[in-house]
């Protein structure tokens, strides 16, 4: 079993749709949760951090956490061409042995149709 | 504030030959995590740096090094290469590479070996 695991796409919705993104996690540790959005030919960059259970909502984006299940979502409202992207769930843990590391799902590709 | 920087941004180098990629953190951090990512395996962690020291290490081969400057600065390096090293290599820097911060992450240098 894979640590980190996303539904494996490709994600098409249309625009003004909610596309909703899943990840599992495997290590009952971990501790911090990101999504990050990846252009094609470009790097990572952060959309959202969440560290408790529940939702955390920035504008049209909202991540949820449910650390029982250990699952994390990302919910983007309102959809845009521009949010195609392929989008990566990386999960980090507590103590001395995870410093630096984050471990990276696949990532789940999203198309935006007009 | 001047984001992540590396150096090259690309790379050609034949099967047996050594390389050495270079990262310049955000003024400020002093962690720096190195990750290979690839098609195949997705975003994988190598190792991380804090104060000149490696404290984390990733599931690499020995060819795979690194280490940090005083300023923060770091270099990885692979001997040997071996055409399965083909990969975007990416580095990230935070402040003190605890599991809760964001990793901001640099534009990586695309190494292609023939």
């Known amino acids: 079993q894979k640590e980190v695991e996303q539904n494996s796409g490709p994600l098409s919705v249309p625009e003004g749709a909610i596309a909703s993104l899943n990840c599992t996690y495997s290590?009952?540790?971990?501790?911090?949760f990101f999504w990050y959005r990846q252009y094609s030919g470009k790097s990572p960059e952060l959309i959202m951090s969440?560290?408790?259970?529940g939702d955390k909502e920035d504008g049209r984006f909202t991540a949820q956490l449910n650390k029982a299940s250990q699952y994390v979502s990302l919910l983007i409202r309102d959809s845009q061409p521009s949010d195609s992207a392929t989008y990566l769930c990386?999960?980090?843990?507590?103590?001395?042995?995870?410093?630096?590391?984050?471990?990276f799902g696949q990532g789940t590709i999203l198309t935006v149709h007009p | 504030k001047a984001g992540v920087t590396q150096t090259p941004r690309y790379l050609i180098k034949t099967r047996g030959q050594q390389v050495t990629l270079s990262c310049s953190p955000i003024?400020?951090?002093?962690?720096v995590s190195w990750y290979q990512q690839t098609p195949g395996q997705g975003l994988q962690f190598l190792f991380e740096?804090?104060?000149?020291?490696?404290?984390n290490k990733g599931n690499f081969p020995g060819r795979f090094s690194g280490r940090q400057f005083s300023n923060s600065r770091s270099e990885m390096n692979v001997s040997t290469l071996e055409l399965g090293d083909s990969a975007l290599y990416l580095c990230?820097?935070?402040?003190?590479?605890?599991?809760?911060?964001?990793?901001?992450f640099g534009p990586g240098t695309r190494l292609l070996v023939l």
């Open positions: 990230a820097s935070s402040r003190s590479g605890g599991a809760a911060e964001t990793q901001y």
């Open positions: 290590d009952r540790v971990s501790q911090s």
């Open positions: 969440i560290y408790s259970n």
């Open positions: 990386a999960v980090s843990n507590a103590g001395g042995t995870s410093y630096g590391k984050l471990t």
């Open positions: 003024s400020g951090h002093r962690s």
């Open positions: 740096y804090f104060s000149e020291t490696q404290r």
